[in-house]
C-alpha cells in the first residue's frame, strides 16, 4: 500500500519484516535550499520569532547567570567577569528563593488537578447541555479574557476580612483571613486562578470531547454502563492527549505566577507566604538592578517546570505515544 | 538524508550567529565621538519628560512653551513619563536603550545610585556653576543627595514633607478634641487609635499600607523613625541606624496597632482616609488638593516619642537627573536652571501645593503662604525632612527592610530584635558594595 509522499513519489509503509530503510532510496537531485525551498520561506516568520523571541533570550539569560552583570547605558564599558555558580548560589541561598519555590509547589498542587478535574467535568457538562449552550461557554470564559486586574477587585470584595465569604461563615471565618494568613494566601491565589483560566481549558476539552464517537457511549449504553461508567471508560481515555495539554499548559502557566500575588496579596504577603519566583525575578532583576541574580533563578525555573513537565507527560501520557 | 542533515546544520549556524550577533551587540557598544567637555556645552533641541500628575504637567506645559517661547533654537520636546509599572522601571530601560531624554523632573531619589551605576546620569558639578547653583538654592539640605563618590547625579527639586493627617469629623464623633487634638507623641497617637476604634468612629485607626513593596516603609515607619531619632536617616556612615532604640520603639507601636487591629493587615482599594475607613494618614501637602471638598481634615507634625516642636520627617522629595543620552547638555543645564528659578518654583507651589527644595521657602514666597496658611505647616516642615539614603543598592536595601518590617511588625512572625538585627546586618553588607 502507497501514500503519496511529500516529495511526490510514494512512501512504503513499514510493516513487520519489511523495514523501508533497508530499501534503496531513489536519488534526488542535490539541492541547496532542500526539497522543499518553500518550506523555508513559509517557516521562516516563525523561525525567526522564535530564535529572537525566546531563543535568544533564554540562550542571553543563561549567559548572564553566569556572569556579574547589570545593565548600563550604551558606550559605558564594565567589567563583567564569568562567576560560575556564584549567582545560583546566592538564589539557592535566599531563604524568600527557596519559600517562593515551595509556595509555587502548593500552587500547582492545588491549581493543576483542579484545573484538570473542574475542566473536564465541565466541559463534559457543557457538551451535553442542549439549552443556553452558548451562554455557559461564554458565562465559562469570560473570565479568562478579562485582565486580572479588573476581576480582582472582585475576589477582593469575596476575601477580605469583611467580604462576603467571611459574613456567610459567620463564625466559622477564618481568622486571620485567607489573604492575611499564611497557610491560606496561596491556596486562594490558586482559587482564583483555577476560577479565571478554567475557560480556556474547558474550550480545550470541549474541542478533544467532539472526537469522541457517539458510537461507543451507545455501545456502552447497550451493555449496560452507567453515565459514570461511560465518563470513566470512554470520555477520560478519549480525551488523554488533551488532558496532557491542559496539565502541562496549567503547570507552565502556574509556575510563571506573578500578577495575581502582586495584586491579591499585596506583593505576595502575608510575610512572603505567596511570593512566586517570577515576582522575585521580578523585584531582584528589574527593581533591585540585579538581572544576574535573577537570570540564575529564571533559568532554575526554566528546568524544574521542564522536569515536571517531563513527569507530568510520562505520568498523564500513558501510553499515548 | 544528507538534506536534512545540510537543512539542519544552515539552521544551526543561523541560530548561532544570530545569537552570536546579539550577544555582541549587548556587549557594550562605542561611545560617541564627542568629548564629555564638549557635550556639556552642547546647545540644541533637548527632551524632557514630566510626572502625570494633573499639576505637574499643567506646570510642566507653562513651563515649556516659556522656555521655547525665548529660544527657538533649543527648544524642548516634552512629554509625560512614558507608562510602566513605576517611573524607575521606564527610566531605567530607558538608559539601557540609549533613549532616556535629558531631564526627567520625577527622578526618586532611592533609584539615584542605580542609575549612576548604570552610566545613565551626568553629574550636575560638571557644569562650572553646577555646584554652587545647587548649594545657593537648596543650601545643606543639598548635602543628602551627594552621592558616594563625592558628586551630585541629581538637583533637589521639590520635597512632599510627611505630617499626620486626621479627619476632624471622625475625630469628633469618636469624642477627641478636633482642633487640638491629643497627637504630640507616640503614646497619645495610639491613645486617640485606640479611642477611635473603640468608638465606632471608622474602621481602623490608620490604614498604612501593609504591602511589601520597598517603598511602603516610607509611609509608616520612616516618618516616624525620623521624627523619633532627631531626622536620622535609614543609614548613615554606612551603617543601618534603625536597629536601636528609637527605631524598635517606632516599631513596637506599629506593631501594637497591628496587634490591636487599630491598623489594616490588608491593602485597601482605594484611599481609606478619603473614604473614612481610617481616621488619620500620613501624606504631604499633596493631599491637600486631593482631599479638598472630601475630608474636613487637619494636619499635626508626625509624633515622636517626647512632644517636640522641630521634629523631622521624610521628605518624599522628587528630584530633576540629567541623563547621560542627552547631546545637547549645554542646553540641559540651562533649562534646569530656568525651570528650578524663583519664579518657576513659584509657579510649581501655586499650582501643585508641593514644596520647591529651596532654602529660602517661606521668605521667597511669603505672600503665598499669608493667603495659603494650610500650606505655612508644610513649608517649616520642609526645612527638617530626611532623605532616602544615597547608598548602594538602595532599593534592595528598603527591600530588606521592607521584608523585615512586615515579618515582625505587621504579621509578628518574628521579633522585632531579631529581625531588626537581622535586616541591619544584612543591609550593611549592601550599602558596602560597590
Excluded at chain 2, 19 to 32: F, H, I, N, Q, R
Excluded at chain 2, 174 to 190: I, S, V, Y
Aim: overall charge neutral.
Amino acid at each position: 500500500m502507497s501514500l503519496p509522499s511529500a516529495d511526490g513519489g510514494p512512501a512504503t509503509l513499514v510493516t513487520a519484516g519489511h523495514r523501508a530503510d533497508r530499501q534503496p532510496a531513489p536519488r534526488k537531485r542535490k539541492n541547496f535550499l532542500g526539497r522543499q525551498p518553500l518550506g523555508l520561506l513559509f517557516s521562516a516568520p516563525y523561525v525567526i520569532y522564535i530564535l529572537g523571541v525566546l531563543a535568544y533570550p533564554l540562550g542571553y539569560a543563561v549567559y548572564i547567570s553566569f556572569h556579574d552583570f547589570f545593565f548600563t547605558a550604551p558606550g559605558v564599558q564594565v567589567d563583567r567577569p564569568f562567576v560560575g555558580l556564584d549567582n545560583y548560589i546566592t538564589v539557592l541561598s535566599d531563604p524568600a528563593v527557596q519559600r517562593s519555590f515551595a509556595n509555587i509547589g502548593v500552587f500547582l498542587v492545588i491549581n493543576v488537578p483542579l484545573t484538570v478535574g473542574l475542566s473536564l467535568i465541565l466541559a463534559n457538562a457543557l457538551n451535553r447541555v442542549t439549552r443556553l449552550k452558548t451562554f455557559f461557554r461564554v458565562s465559562y470564559y469570560v473570565p479568562y479574557v478579562t485582565a486580572s486586574v479588573a476581576v480582582v477587585g472582585v475576589w477582593l470584595f469575596l476575601f477580605q476580612q469583611d467580604g462576603l465569604v467571611n459574613a456567610l461563615l459567620g463564625p466559622l471565618a477564618p481568622n486571620p483571613s485567607w489573604l492575611t494568613n499564611s497557610w491560606l494566601a496561596m491556596p486562594t491565589v490558586a482559587l482564583f486562578v483555577t476560577w479565571k483560566q478554567l475557560g480556556f481549558f474547558i474550550l480545550l476539552y470541549l474541542a478533544a470531547l467532539q472526537n469522541i464517537p457517539d458510537e461507543l457511549y451507545e455501545s456502552a449504553s447497550v451493555d449496560g454502563g452507567n453515565k459514570w461508567v461511560q465518563f470513566w471508560n470512554i470520555t477520560v481515555p478519549g480525551v488523554r492527549s488533551a488532558s496532557v495539554l491542559v496539565t502541562l499548559l496549567a503547570t507552565i502557566t502556574g509556575a510563571n505566577l506573578f500578577t495575581e500575588p502582586y495584586l491579591l496579596t499585596g506583593g505576595g504577603g502575608p510575610d512572603g507566604a505567596s511570593t512566586s519566583p517570577v515576582f522575585l525575578m521580578y523585584q531582584k532583576g528589574i527593581l533591585q538592578g540585579n538581572p544576574d541574580v535573577a537570570a540564575a533563578l529564571g533559568v532554575m525555573l526554566v528546568i524544574g517546570v521542564l522536569l515536571i513537565a517531563l513527569i507530568q507527560k510520562r505520568l498523564v501520557g500513558g501510553k499515548e505515544d | 538524508m544528507k538534506h536534512g542533515k545540510f537543512s539542519s546544520r544552515i539552521i544551526s549556524l543561523t541560530a548561532i550567529a544570530v545569537m552570536g550577533a546579539g550577544l555582541a551587540a549587548c556587549g557594550g557598544g562605542g561611545a560617541g565621538g564627542s568629548s564629555a567637555a564638549s557635550v556639556t556645552t552642547a546647545k540644541g533641541p533637548i527632551k524632557i519628560w514630566y510626572s502625570n500628575n494633573e499639576f505637574e504637567v499643567k506646570w510642566g506645559k507653562e513651563m515649556v512653551a516659556a522656555w521655547n517661547a525665548a529660544h527657538p533654537d533649543q527648544k524642548i520636546d516634552a512629554q509625560e513619563i512614558p507608562a510602566g509599572k513605576s517611573s524607575e522601571e521606564t527610566i531605567g530601560a530607558a538608559i539601557t536603550a540609549g533613549n532616556a531624554p535629558c531631564l526627567v523632573f520625577n527622578t526618586a531619589p532611592v533609584a539615584v545610585p542605580q542609575f549612576q551605576k548604570q552610566g545613565g546620569l551626568v553629574a550636575l558639578d560638571s557644569f562650572p556653576d553646577g555646584a554652587q547653583y545647587i548649594k545657593d538654592r537648596t543650601g545643606d539640605l543639598a548635602d543628602q543627595y551627594k552621592s558616594s563618590d563625592g558628586k551630585t547625579y541629581q538637583m533637589p527639586w521639590k520635597s512632599n514633607p510627611v505630617v499626620l493627617f486626621y479627619n476632624k469629623d471622625l475625630f469628633k464623633k469618636a469624642g477627641l478634641d478636633p482642633e487640638k487634638p491629643k497627637l504630640g507623641t507616640q503614646e497619645e497617637f495610639l491613645n486617640a487609635a485606640r479611642t477611635i476604634v473603640k468608638s465606632g468612629a471608622a474602621a481602623k485607626a490608620v490604614w498604612p499600607s501593609p504591602a511589601s513593596d520597598f517603598f511602603q516603609s516610607w509611609f509608616d515607619f520612616y516618618p516616624f523613625y525620623a521624627a523619633n531619632s532627631q531626622g536620622t536617616p535609614l543609614v548613615k556612615d554606612g551603617k543601618a541606624t534603625f536597629d536601636s532604640d528609637q527605631g524598635k520603639q517606632v516599631a513596637t507601636m506599629f506593631q501594637t496597632l497591628y496587634k490591636e487591629n487599630l491598623a489594616s493587615k490588608e491593602v485597601y482599594q482605594g484611599d481609606s482616609f478619603a473614604e473614612g475607613k481610617a481616621a488619620m494618614s500620613l501624606a504631604g501637602p499633596w493631599a491637600i488638593a486631593a482631599y479638598k471638598d472630601k475630608v474636613n481634615w487637619g494636619a499635626v507634625p508626625v509624633p515622636g516619642a517626647q512632644a517636640q516642636t522641630d521634629g523631622s520627617t521624610f521628605s518624599d522629595a522628587k528630584n530633576v537627573g540629567m541623563y547621560s543620552a542627552c547631546k545637547n547638555q549645554g542646553t540641559a543645564w540651562d533649562v534646569l536652571k530656568f525651570a528650578t528659578s524663583k519664579e518657576e518654583d513659584g509657579k510649581l507651589l501655586a499650582l501643585s501645593g508641593q514644596m520647591p527644595m529651596r532654602k529660602d521657602l517661606t521668605s521667597a514666597y511669603a505672600d503665598y503662604f499669608a493667603k495659603n496658611p494650610l500650606y505655612k505647616q508644610f513649608a517649616q516642615q520642609a526645612a527638617r525632612t530626611v532623605e532616602v539614603p544615597n547608598v548602594s543598592n538602595s532599593v534592595e536595601v528598603w527591600q530588606t527592610f521592607r521584608t523585615a518590617y512586615a515579618k515582625s511588625v505587621i504579621f509578628g512572625n518574628e521579633s522585632i530584635d531579631d529581625s531588626f538585627k537581622g535586616a541591619a546586618d544584612k543591609i550593611n553588607q549592601l550599602v558596602a558594595q560597590k
